[in-house]
C-alpha cells in the first residue's frame, strides 16, 4: 500500500503526466512549492548562517527551476503568478535587511535583472506547455474521431446484406465482415494475400477456372478501373456451391495513386436457383402446351377446307378466328421455350451459307400475303452471303416486321433494306408508327419489356421477342439496335458477319467453299 502510494505522488510530480489535460491541470501543488522555497529561506536567514550570499545563490537557482517546473506543469497564464511569487520574494531578501524593499542602485539592478529572468523563464515554458497541451488535445481529438468513425464503418459494415472485402495496395487482405465470412464458411485470414488466400481456389466464370488474377478485385488493384457486375460460380470448401456477384473499386489517395481496393459480394445463389425453377417449369410447360396447340391447329386445318367446300362461310369466319387465336398461342409458347433455351444455354444453330438479300426477298415476299394492313417494301438490296441459321435469322426477320406491323397505322408501308457495312451485312427494318422514347431505345431489349404509345395503350404480347432476337443476333457474332423518336416511328437495325470464301486448290481443279 505504501508503495502505491509512493507511485501517485510521483505520478502527481510528474509533469510530463499532466500534458494535454488543458483547464483540468493541477497547479496548486508548485505554486505552494514556490511560495515553501520563500519561507526555507526566510527559516535558513533566521538561523544566523554566516554566509548568506552563498544561500541566496542557491536559493536563486532552487527558485528558477522550481518556477519553471511551475510553468511546466501550469501552463502560461498561470506560470506569471508563479513568477510574480518569485519576484517579490527576489526582491525582499536584495532589499535592505533593516528597511524592507528599499534597493542601493546596485541591488536594484540585480532585482531586474533576476526577475526579468524569472518572468522570461515562466513565459517561455508556460508557452510551450500550453502548445504541447494544444497538440496533445488535437491529437487526442483526431483520433476519438477516428475510432468512432471507424466503429461506426465497422457498425455499417456489419449491418450489410453483401460481403465486403478490403485489400491493400500490395493485395494483402486487411478487413472484411461477419457477412463475408459467414458467405465463404470460413474466418478471414488477414495479412494473407489474395492469391494465396482460400478465396482464389474453386472460382469459375463460364465454367472455365478463375485465376487468382482474374478476382475484380485483384483487377481493380492492378488496372485501377472498377469492375462491376461479374459474376462468379464458386465451390466452397464443403463442396457448396455458390452463385456470386462481384464489384470492385481501387481506392486512390489525392496523388492518384491506388492505396487499396474494396470488393462487395453479393451471393445471388437463391435468385439463381429461382431462375433455374423457373426456366425448368418455363421448359416443361411450352413443350407440354406445343404439342396439343400443334393437334388442334391441324383439326382446324382439316375442319377450314371441309367447310370450304361445303361453302359454310358463317363457319368458316368462326374458324378461321380460332386458328388465328390458335397461332397466337403457338408463337407465345414458341416465344416462351425460346427464352427457356436461351437462359439455360441450350438454344441450338445449324449455321450454312446462303445469300441474306434473296432470303429476306422470300421472308417479305410471305409475309406480306399475310399483312392485309400494311405494305411490306424492301428498299435497298446488296447482294452479301452470310453464314448463319436460316430459321433463327427468319425468326428475327419475321419479329423485326411483326412488330413494326403492330405499331404502325394501318395502310402504312414497312420499308426494309439489306446493307453491306464495314464487312458485315446490315438489315434495317423501319416503320413510321408510335416511335420509342430515347430512354427507352436499350430497354426495348430487356425481357417481359413493351413499349407503350403515349396514350398508355397495351398492345397484344408477352415482351419477349425482341430479347429473343437480340440473344440469337448476339450469339452469330452480330449486333442490333433501334433509332428512333417519338411519333416518327422505329427503325431496327442488325448486323452479321459475311461468309468468308476459301479456297482450295488440287490438281485437276480449283475448288471454293464458305465458313
Known amino acids: 500500500m505504501l508503495q502505491c502510494f509512493s507511485v501517485k505522488i510521483l505520478r502527481n510530480l510528474n509533469p510530463l503526466q499532466h500534458v494535454g489535460r488543458g483547464k483540468k491541470r493541477s497547479w496548486i501543488q508548485s505554486q505552494l512549492a514556490v511560495i515553501l522555497l520563500c519561507f526555507c529561506y526566510i527559516f535558513l536567514t533566521k538561523l544566523g548562517f554566516t554566509n548568506q550570499d ?21 501552463g502560461l497564464l ?7 511569487v518569485s519576484s517579490v520574494y527576489i526582491a525582499y531578501i536584495f532589499s535592505n535587511s533593516h528597511q524592507p524593499f528599499r534597493f542601493t542602485s546596485d541591488n536594484l539592478q540585480i532585482v531586474l535583472l533576476v526577475n526579468g529572468v524569472f518572468f522570461i523563464t515562466a513565459l517561455f515554458i508556460g508557452w510551450i506547455r500550453d502548445q504541447l497541451d494544444e497538440l496533445v488535445q488535437k491529437e487526442v481529438s483526431a483520433r476519438q474521431l477516428a475510432e468512432e468513425g471507424q466503429l461506426r464503418l465497422e457498425r455499417i459494415l456489419e449491418q450489410l446484406p453483401v460481403g465486403v472485402l478490403l485489400a491493400d495496395e500490395t493485395g494483402k487482405i486487411v478487413g472484411g465482415n461477419k457477412r463475408l465470412e459467414t458467405m465463404f464458411g470460413k474466418k478471414l485470414q488477414y495479412s494473407l494475400r489474395l492469391e494465396d488466400s482460400y478465396l482464389s481456389q474453386g472460382a469459375f466464370r463460364g465454367g472455365n477456372a478463375l485465376t487468382p488474377k482474374e478476382w475484380p478485385i485483384v483487377r481493380a488493384l492492378e488496372t485501377g478501373k472498377i469492375v462491376s457486375g461479374q459474376e462468379i460460380e464458386f465451390l466452397r470448401w464443403d463442396k457448396k456451391r455458390l452463385y456470386l456477384r ?37 421448359s416443361i410447360a411450352s413443350h407440354e402446351l406445343k404439342t396439343p396447340i400443334t393437334s388442334i391447329k391441324l383439326y382446324i386445318d382439316v375442319l377450314l377446307q371441309r367447310l370450304q367446300a361445303g361453302k359454310d362461310m358463317q363457319s368458316t369466319r ?23 433455351k436461351i437462359r439455360t444455354g441450350r438454344l441450338q444453330f445449324q449455321k450454312e451459307v446462303f445469300h441474306l438479300d434473296d432470303f429476306v426477298e422470300d421472308t417479305i415476299a410471305g409475309l406480306q400475303g399475310v399483312s392485309l394492313w400494311h405494305k411490306l417494301v424492301f428498299t435497298k438490296r446488296v447482294p452479301v452471303v452470310v453464314f ?19 405499331y404502325a397505322p394501318k395502310k402504312s408501308e414497312i420499308h426494309i ?40 395503350k397495351a398492345y397484344p404480347g408477352l415482351g419477349l421477342g425482341l430479347y429473343i432476337v437480340k ?12 433509332k428512333s423518336e417519338i411519333g416518327k416511328g422505329a427503325e431496327f437495325f442488325f448486323t452479321l458477319p459475311l461468309a468468308r470464301k476459301v479456297y482450295t486448290k488440287n490438281t485437276h481443279e480449283q475448288n471454293s467453299t464458305y465458313r
Open 417 to 456: 433494306a439489306v446493307k453491306k457495312k464495314n464487312e458485315k451485312a446490315l438489315v434495317s427494318v423501319k416503320d413510321f408508327g408510335i416511335g420509342i422514347p430515347a430512354e427507352e431505345h436499350k430497354k426495348v431489349f430487356e425481357r417481359l419489356y413493351q413499349v407503350a404509345s403515349a396514350d398508355e
Open 78 to 84: 498561470r506560470s506569471l503568478i508563479g513568477a510574480c
Open 54 to 74: 552563498t544561500i541566496r545563490a542557491y536559493m536563486i537557482v532552487t527558485l528558477l527551476i522550481t518556477t519553471g517546473y511551475a510553468a511546466f506543469r501550469s
Open 471 to 482: 440473344e440469337i443476333v448476339k450469339r452469330h457474332r452480330g449486333s442490333i439496335w433501334v
Open 388 to 406: 448463319a441459321d436460316r430459321y433463327r435469322i427468319y425468326q428475327v426477320l419475321t419479329n423485326l416486321i411483326t412488330n413494326a406491323t403492330k
Open 246 to 282: 462481384v464489384h470492385a473499386a481501387p481506392i486512390k489517395n489525392r496523388k492518384k495513386k491506388i492505396v487499396a481496393a474494396v470488393s462487395t459480394i453479393y451471393d445471388a445463389t437463391q435468385e439463381k436457383e429461382l431462375e433455374k425453377r423457373k426456366d425448368d417449369f418455363i
Open 318 to 340: 368462326i374458324l378461321l378466328q380460332v386458328r388465328e387465336q390458335t397461332e397466337r398461342l403457338r408463337t407465345l409458347v414458341t416465344e416462351l421455350l425460346d427464352v427457356s
